[in-house]
């Protein structure tokens, strides 16, 4: 059984934050139309499935009652922002449950077997949302459902969290800081460069989560050479000391060079390696179970050949988009290099030798 999974349905572009947003139901569309331009929905080794919506006490497992009826309620009676950057529209509960319902789905499929790993196209996002707070186009904080459903119901008590949007998973951060079954590893830009402005070295968890936040800023103008190595030299070790018996990833594309809301420098063929790396890392401790949820990624024209870059590569298919090399600026690649660096020193302090 080699087979993916890929969680996706048309209604996931009912939630609409209105004209101009960048979180627009479009990307749902635009990654729908490159899987099928690719044929990747009709390939042997894929399996489509329709997510079923989640309940509000697999909701609960991460917010609060009062908190999930605060949207529900306000989306009943028309919609309306919750913060400058995050706007309801009537169906954007629903759509949110189905979102959290998306990544439950990709779960129980890799568990039951019928896939080996998964992509849940899911939106809204969720990894800047809170205990009881919608921030940054986030509403319910769907991989953290999906991590506490894995511990309470499914009894794992290693799990991985891999974050690669191009900003810091604050919300994520929050759920777990003090979280011993669970270990959450950001790449991210600089927070002093971009939103939300956490996510530094520093931030590494308190009590039995010490060291379960790991945190790894990119100075802008970081491409495919220096991130994929960042990626490769914490992630490899961090899976050797923590086995992790699931790996989960938040993944945006919105370090895609041409995104316009943030300033890393991905080309569409890094996404393709990316994928290699995550696989490599499932492979060695997690029974090959990796289940990646959809995060952020606004440029239009490109989402969907990013996605599908990745489907390709989990599904084991070379079917590559691919462009042109972007030289990375030297001064740079020595930054980055300074950061690893720094990391690793502190990791060691936490975790021994690493």
Same mark, same amino acid.
């Given at each position: ?5 890929? @969680? ?12 101009? +947003? ?40 991460? +917010? ?32 949110? *449950? ?28 969720? #990894? #800047? ?16 459902? *999906? ?14 969290? @891999? ?5 810091? $998973? ?86 895609? +060079? ?61 079917? @590559? ?9 030297? $001064? ?23």
């Amino acid at each position: 059984m080699n087979k993916t999974g890929i @969680v996706i349905s048309y209604n996931y572009m009912n939630h609409d934050p209105g004209l101009g +947003h960048p979180e627009s139901p479009n990307r749902i569309k635009a990654i729908y139309e490159s899987l099928q331009s690719r044929s990747l929905l009709n390939n042997s080794n894929i399996k489509l499935y329709e997510p079923l919506i989640a309940l509000q006490p697999e909701v609960k497992l991460v +917010h609060t009652e009062d908190y999930i009826n605060k949207i529900k309620v306000l989306c009943e009676s028309g919609g309306g922002p919750l913060d400058l950057d995050t706007v309801a529209s009537p169906d954007t509960y629903k759509t949110a *449950l189905l979102a959290v319902g998306g990544g439950l789905t990709a779960a129980r499929k890799v568990l039951e077997g019928e896939v080996k790993n998964a992509f849940a196209f899911i939106r809204p996002p969720g #990894h #800047h949302a809170g205990f009881s707070k919608a921030r940054g186009f986030c509403f319910f904080n769907n991989i953290a459902v *999906l991590a506490e459903y894995l511990n309470k119901v499914k009894k794992f008590n290693r799990i991985m969290i @891999v974050d690669l949007d191009v900003h810091h $998973g604050n919300g994520t951060q929050e759920i777990f800081y003090s979280s011993p079954y669970t270990l959450y590893l950001s790449l991210h830009q600089d927070g002093r460069t971009l939103y939300p402005g956490t996510g530094f070295p520093t931030e590494i968890g308190i009590g039995e989560g010490e060291g379960h936040i790991v945190n790894l800023p990119l100075p802008p103008g970081t491409g495919d050479k220096s991130y994929i190595a960042a990626l490769k030299e914490i992630l490899y070790p961090l899976t050797d000391l923590f086995k992790p018996e699931i790996l989960l990833v938040s993944w945006g594309f919105d370090t895609y +060079h041409r995104d316009g809301l943030a300033n890393l420098q991905l080309t569409s063929q890094a996404y393709t390696e990316i994928t290699g790396v995550l696989l490599q890392a499932a492979s060695k401790h997690s029974f090959d179970r990796l289940i990646i949820l959809l995060e952020g990624g606004y440029n239009i024209s490109m989402l969907g050949n990013l996605t599908s870059n990745v489907v390709a590569a989990l599904a084991g298919l070379n079917n @590559v988009y691919r462009e042109p090399e972007l030289a990375e600026d030297v $001064g740079i690649e020595r930054y980055v290099k300074r950061v690893i660096q720094d990391l690793k020193t502190e990791l060691k302090r936490i975790w021994g030798p690493f």
